[in-house]
């Protein structure tokens, strides 16, 4: 009828594609899906919030990719082959430009990974996205948090602590060059999910988690889950020259408690080491091995000279605290 | 890592419950589900805006059983069974009354449908309820919304513009009796999701949509979706006592752009009249013919004397006007 085709409408077509592999996408009141037999469904869910999960500055492009981003790195966490993707957006006005970006990021994105917005939902309202991506992995062999065992290597993806150095420069606690400041912005806007890891992964990683909160934190997860410890070995954690430049106190901060960071942390037994290096290889993303896990619970992070780490001084990235 | 546990994990935890048919329910990257053999996915996704789609004076138990209904009503219209939801919520703080509450009022209804909260996303920032829905269906049986044929009957059920009454009472346009109030108050605040109704239409209904804007723009959607039109007896539409007390001019707005009553708007060929009666017996839910389709496009609505009825004075609720 087209006496109701608000300016929203006209917003909202932007997020309508046409679907090649779903069996009916966005336009009806459910999209349909098939999964391939003997898949069982990954389904996740993350919420953006204007001024909590991303800044009012991001570029618009730049938000529309990592709203999908986080998603897919909650199915590469599991393992999981993306499918598809459902979008609900509030906003405060109908802004084309705004959505014109947003939609262009999103895509790229979901192109890159061969995926498909099947759904969604568009509403007035305070800035808010929320994603639900849904994928397929093979039944029983999706990597959970509690799979863990005493004696396996800890690792982590890509590096660690450069979004949480560009979030300081926004929040105007730290200044650097123009250079370094492109790189950690585009670690904090950006993150890359790391889905053919996840992948590669399956029948190797005895656990997993994507790195969301920050190290301590999402490895709490894992320990929490597994019934066991953890020693990691702060000389080991993976970083930038940038981060790498900083003052000791702040770098430990953001590899520790950094947050945002979405690499993946994963266990796997030792005498999967050989193995864990070439699923890295095979997706083309750097892993390093971090430290094990241990019978005894807790975590203990070392320096270089063997010492423990206090880690009260730490505190991972809770999205009610900062 | 308890030294991160802030005040909202304990909220969290309002919404951690085992599950009994998810392979993998809350508390990892993400949920895990299996379809039975030959089913297709059904997935809808709504956000809940404070405000826009509920007003503050919504009690929490209400509001929880309306952001589940809303999206078990999507499912409803496709025909499919519910099996899973996932939970993305924004708070201002952290109420743990409200939360409760909100619990209370979402498990209540996921219960009465036997579906599992599988996964979720909890945050601060403005209120807001984004709930994804999973459900099947058997492959190439979901109801859409494009198969409308001319001289198919056109069927609603329950009954309409209870809701939108409750809207003007709030709104504070419109006054009545206590009794009277809290009768299209529980219209608008607990809309049931005629879930049982959509199965029973499989293979009886040619076409169907929920009525979530008004009857006039959600029919819109069958009519440019099937590319027909329909003509709507206005005498017919069901509606309660109270809505029948009202002035005429208010009572034709909410039956036709009455907006929020979650009611199935469906079509059948004549021939399967009788077999739309038994689906709805056998679902418990009063279904009445209120025209029928024509090969005309657009839309014609005739009062009881036959004569058209202008719609240009209709508005059918825009989330973006309103």
């Given at each position: 009828m087209s006496q109701t085709l608000g300016e929203f409408d006209l917003i909202r077509r932007y997020f309508e594609r046409p679907v090649r592999r779903a069996a009916l996408g966005v336009g009806d009141d459910c999209a349909l899906l098939a999964l391939s037999p003997g898949m069982q469904l990954a389904v996740s869910t993350d919420m953006l919030v204007e001024g909590r999960?991303?800044?009012?500055?991001?570029?618009p492009r730049r938000l529309g990719h990592k709203a999908l981003a986080v998603n897919l790195s909650d199915l590469a966490a599991c393992g999981a082959r993306p499918l598809a993707f459902t979008l609900a957006l509030s906003l405060p006005r109908a802004d084309e430009t705004f959505v014109a970006g947003l939609a262009e990021g999103l895509f790229a994105l979901a192109e890159a990974h061969d995926i498909e917005l099947v759904g969604g939902d568009t509403t007035a309202g305070p800035l808010n996205l929320c994603i639900t991506v849904m994928g397929e992995v093979p039944a029983g062999q999706a990597l959970l948090r509690s799979g863990a065992r005493t004696g396996d290597e800890l690792w982590v993806s890509g590096q660690l602590g450069d979004a949480r150095l560009a979030l300081e420069v926004f929040r105007g606690r730290l200044a650097m060059d123009a250079a370094a400041m492109e790189q950690v912005r585009t670690a904090m806007e950006q993150p890359q999910p790391r889905v053919q890891l996840g992948m590669a992964l399956r029948?190797?990683?005895?656990a997993a988690i994507d790195l969301s909160d920050g190290l301590i934190g999402d490895l709490g997860h894992i320990l929490q889950r597994s019934g066991v410890g953890a020693q990691v070995e702060l000389a080991r954690l993976p970083h930038s020259a940038v981060l790498a430049a900083q003052p000791p106190a702040l770098r430990e901060e953001c590899l520790l408690?950094?947050?945002?960071?979405?690499e993946l942390l994963f266990c796997a037994p030792a005498g999967r080491h050989d193995a864990v290096l070439e699923a890295g290889r095979l997706s083309g993303v750097p892993v390093q091995c971090i430290g094990h896990i241990t019978a005894r619970p807790g975590l203990c992070v070392v320096d270089a000279a063997g010492q423990a780490v206090p880690l009260q001084r730490l505190q991972a990235f809770d999205h009610f605290k900062s």
């Open positions: 999960h991303f800044l009012t500055t991001v570029p029948g190797v990683a005895s408690a950094g947050g945002d960071d979405y």
